[in-house]
């Protein structure tokens, strides 16, 4: 039995999966505008992060720990995924995300974060031999073409070597978060346990790094302009941890586990594209024509990997000497036909002779 088939078994037809897979992407999507009013207060961008996960391990403290229910020890066997999920996925990412937009533009950070999608799609394929079908390939190409149309990554752009590294280490964190959510074997954590205790982990070395002076802390408590109305830097930060820390990760997990790493990927990809519409509906930022052209290309590319993930995997094919011995152990003795008994016989035979 195949991961995907287990995976099914276990939960039920994918369109749960998606439906968490849209609200992860579109939970996340909403951080840039909640961030955008703290940022123009005054605050830095590792500011507001560490606020954002540190709020939201406050807010999930009580239901992991009725979820936990003592049990600690599942937490001790899941220790490893936790730190991994927690000072890469979490702090990791974002740390090198920031490192990159200090030094190159941040369409084009984007764009080489979001590689972290190819990554998993070749992490699967040499760790576990599942091989990405044509659909999967035609479809991350086209994804890929959309981002780079929506993003409007071009013009006379400067491109920083050191930039570059920190954007595709980010790659490297994004590909790990898909694959750890996706990672159900054993006994999983529950979802709500496992980003609770990978936001703790990860406000913790968000907080050693500000103190070290790695991350510049700059905040404010005065009012913050958010949606054309003045109100408290509380309302923002309220927002990134619960939408966009909360739901986001928790449905994230839920998908990951639902439609497996590759697939989930390539649907979070489509994080970008509520991004630009959150700025449009929210902020007034209207979309370019080049932009709605890449949207058409990214959901397209989605779609073909979807459609490639649906399809059931080949039948292996077996040798013709085997095929002809399970016919004749499954005929009832004494009734094979007479032609089909001399044909049966002679290979028989001739195999032996």
């Not at 984007?110 to 999608?117: H, I, R």
Request: net charge positive.
């Amino acid at each position: 039995m195949t991961v995907e088939t287990t995976r099914a078994a276990r939960y039920g037809p994918g369109g749960t999966g998606l439906a968490f897979a849209a609200l992860s992407a579109a939970t996340f999507a909403t951080s840039g505008t909640f961030a955008t009013g703290l940022i123009d207060a005054g605050w830095s961008p590792a500011a507001a992060v560490l606020a954002r996960v540190l709020a939201a391990a406050l807010m999930l403290t009580v239901p992991a720990l009725v979820q936990l229910r003592g049990r600690w020890s599942s937490l001790r066997r899941g220790a490893g995924k936790v730190a991994a999920y927690g000072l890469i996925a979490v702090a990791g990412c974002q740390f090198f995300y920031f490192s990159a937009v200090a030094r190159i533009p941040v369409g084009v950070a984007l764009l080489l974060e979001y590689l972290g999608v190819v990554l998993v799609v070749g992490w699967l394929w040499l760790r576990h031999g599942q091989r990405p079908r044509w659909l999967t390939v035609a479809g991350g190409v086209a994804a890929l073409a959309g981002l780079v149309l929506v993003l409007n990554v071009g013009g006379a752009a400067r491109i920083d070597p050191l930039g570059v590294m920190w954007a595709l280490l980010g790659a490297v964190g994004l590909a790990i978060y898909f694959v750890l959510s996706a990672d159900d074997d054993g006994e999983p954590l529950p979802p709500i346990v496992l980003v609770w205790a990978a936001l703790c982990l990860g406000a913790a070395a968000l907080a050693a790094l500000g103190w070290a002076g790695l991350l510049p802390m700059t905040a404010s408590t005065g009012d913050v302009r958010f949606l054309g109305h003045h109100v408290s830097w509380i309302v923002p930060v309220l927002g990134l941890a619960l939408l966009s820390s909360v739901f986001a990760y928790v449905a994230g997990i839920a998908a990951a586990r639902r439609l497996g790493a590759r697939l989930a990927s390539f649907i979070g990809m489509a994080e970008v594209l509520f991004a630009i519409g959150f700025a449009w509906l929210l902020l007034g930022q209207l979309p370019s024509a080049m932009q709605f052209l890449g949207g058409a290309f990214l959901l397209g590319g989605v779609t073909l990997v979807r459609l490639g993930e649906m399809r059931p995997a080949p039948e292996p094919a077996r040798r013709a000497g085997a095929h002809v011995t399970e016919l004749v152990d499954a005929w009832p003795a004494g009734e094979l036909p007479g032609p089909p008994r001399r044909t049966l016989g002679l290979a028989a035979t001739g195999c032996m002779s």
